[in-house]
């Protein structure tokens, strides 16, 4: 045999072995997923329904969200665990701030900072 043919076989189980760069998932992908999961599960863990938890999150994964409350829940009711009711209160919202001298313009509604008067120096 020339070793020309025993290369290419050598040379794929060489390969096979190691471990190539970046062709490996993205670790931040398993760190959302995961993230999603804690999510799902200290929702169920604090009586909040998952409707509730989907809106409160909604840049994380549903199904990751459902599948860390389904397994809270099945723990909660197998150790025979009570959950804690949240005490979140939402703030209402509050309004900008504005100058006593401020005004709003009719065409964009937008607040209109005054406009100061440049301070002259005085005369030396």
Do not use: H
């Amino acid at each position: 045999m020339s070793p020309r043919l025993l290369g290419i076989p050598l040379l794929a189980l060489l390969l096979a072995g190691c471990d190539i760069p970046g062709l490996e998932p993205d670790p931040r992908i398993a760190q959302r997923e995961a993230d999603a999961k804690a999510i799902g599960g200290a929702c169920r863990y604090g009586l909040r329904g998952i409707e509730d938890c989907y809106s409160l999150n909604a840049k994380s994964s549903k199904s990751a969200i459902f599948a860390g409350w389904k397994e809270m829940d099945q723990y909660m009711r197998d150790n025979k665990v009570e959950g804690q009711a949240s005490a979140i209160a939402q703030a209402p919202p509050q309004a900008p701030q504005v100058d006593a001298e401020a005004s709003i313009d009719k065409d964009t509604e937008k607040v209109v900072a005054p406009r100061k008067a440049k301070a002259k120096a005085a005369p030396l």
